[in-house]
């Protein structure tokens, strides 16, 4: 009886043990007179910046080319704040977002055409409003990608009419702090709170794109994070409080992106593709490992995914009700809660999300 009993328990922790993570689906919607948006970070407690713009040609939200596009900020208690642009722009777009509400992203300063995209990056919060963060000396753009519970705020500026620099922001004061040998491009995308900062160098627009992601630390400096075997591109996404990084490279076994995981001793990991896919990307990862992202199936349709260690990736629209109307497209950030923010389409247009766990 015993036996029997302990073998119905074991069943039952099984069960439950094996039972996917599913989650709800909220429609952050879009700002007056626009029909397409996304989310690009999330907080701890659940907010998200992003932006919303009409459809383009593109096929998917937010590409800095529409007039009108504007940042916004967004909480389940006071929806969608609009977050303007800086004065004498048309365009904005916010990227980053810290616990305190602060949010960083770019903006242009002028409808002329000439000088139309010509981004600046700002910082946002609820009581200062939007602040020109300036660029570079010699440089005409710049944009801010991602700012931390200290507010150091981490992105890149121009520095003459080619070549851009990796650059951080603390009180509002620009600092160049580094770029791989022989770049052209070097943009900081990420950083924790431990001040690791992490992006990527581009030596060639190719053809072959060529570039490596990097780690930065006050500590060590500049680090090479190099590609996986053969490859000659990688890019580092984001990086945890822990150290472990993610992003993409491409390899000598494959052309297209994968998306890869590097480790707290910068070792690479291919995290593979969703089921019939041949591309992946990850975007995100929180302090639990989870990573998300997006990748391609088998009718090469983008579907957003899910990365952990005992899952492998998985396609997050297998996560949700099958009538919820939705096609997750991509996931672009989660949080410690295992919240995730990015786009899908609904209706026929592209909506940010707000994806949280129901079970």
Same mark, same amino acid.
């Given at each position: %009886? ?24 909220? #429609? ?7 029909? &397409? ?13 992003? !932006? ?5 040609? &593109? $096929?998917?939200? !937010? ?17 969608? @704040? #609009? ?26 300063? *002028? ?18 409003? %939007? ?11 710049? !944009?801010?990608? &991602? +700012? ?7 992105? #890149? ?18 600092? @160049? ?5 022989? *770049? ?5 995308? =990420?950083?924790?709170?431990?001040? &690791? +900062? ?21 500590? /060590?400096?500049?680090? #090479? ?41 910068? @070792? ?16 995100? +990862?929180?302090?639990? =490992? ?14 957003? %995914?899910?990365?952990? *260690?005992? $899952?492998? %990736? ?5 996560? +949700? /009700?099958?009538? *919820? ?12 809660? $295992? ?6 389409? @609904? ?13």
């Amino acid at each position: %009886m015993k036996q029997t009993l302990l073998g119905v328990l074991a069943v039952s922790i099984l069960t439950a043990c094996s039972v996917a993570q599913t989650y709800n689906v909220t #429609d952050i919607g879009v700002l007056k007179g626009d029909n &397409e948006s996304s989310g690009f970070w999330i907080n701890s407690s659940g907010a998200v910046a992003g !932006c919303a713009d009409t459809a383009n040609g &593109e $096929g998917y939200p !937010c590409t800095g080319t529409e007039v009108g596009q504007h940042a916004f900020y967004w909480t389940k208690s006071g929806g969608l @704040k #609009d977050l303007g642009t800086l004065p004498g722009g048309d365009i904005s777009g916010a990227i980053g977002l810290n616990d305190f509400g602060q949010v960083v992203g770019f903006s242009n300063v *002028s409808s002329n055409p000439q000088e139309r995209y010509n981004f600046v990056a700002f910082e946002w919060t609820p009581t200062g409003g %939007m602040i020109n963060l300036g660029t570079l000396a010699g440089g005409n753009s710049s !944009c801010a990608f &991602e +700012i931390n519970s200290s507010g150091l705020i981490a992105g #890149d500026s121009f520095v003459n009419s080619t070549l851009v620099d990796a650059t951080t922001w603390t009180d509002h004061k620009i600092k @160049k702090i580094a770029a791989l040998p022989k *770049s052209i491009f070097t943009a900081a995308l =990420d950083l924790n709170d431990n001040g &690791e +900062i992490v992006g990527e160098s581009v030596f060639g627009y190719g053809p072959p794109f060529t570039s490596h992601g990097f780690e930065w630390t006050q500590a /060590a400096g500049l680090k #090479d994070l190099g590609t996986l075997p053969g490859g000659n591109t990688s890019i580092a996404n984001a990086v945890n409080s822990s150290g472990i990084i993610v992003g993409q490279s491409n390899s000598s076994s494959f052309v297209d992106w994968h998306a890869v995981k590097w480790d707290a001793s910068h @070792k690479i990991a291919d995290l593979g593709t969703l089921p019939g896919g041949t591309y992946s990307i990850a975007f995100g +990862i929180n302090d639990s =490992d989870q990573i998300v992202g997006y990748g391609n199936i088998r009718d090469n349709a983008a579907h957003a %995914m899910l990365w952990t *260690s005992t $899952g492998g %990736m998985e396609d997050l629209n297998n996560r +949700i /009700a099958a009538n *919820s109307g939705w096609v997750l497209v991509n996931a672009n950030a989660i949080n410690a809660l $295992g919240q995730i923010t990015g786009y899908g389409t @609904k209706g026929g247009h592209n909506h940010a999300f707000l994806l949280t766990p129901s079970n």
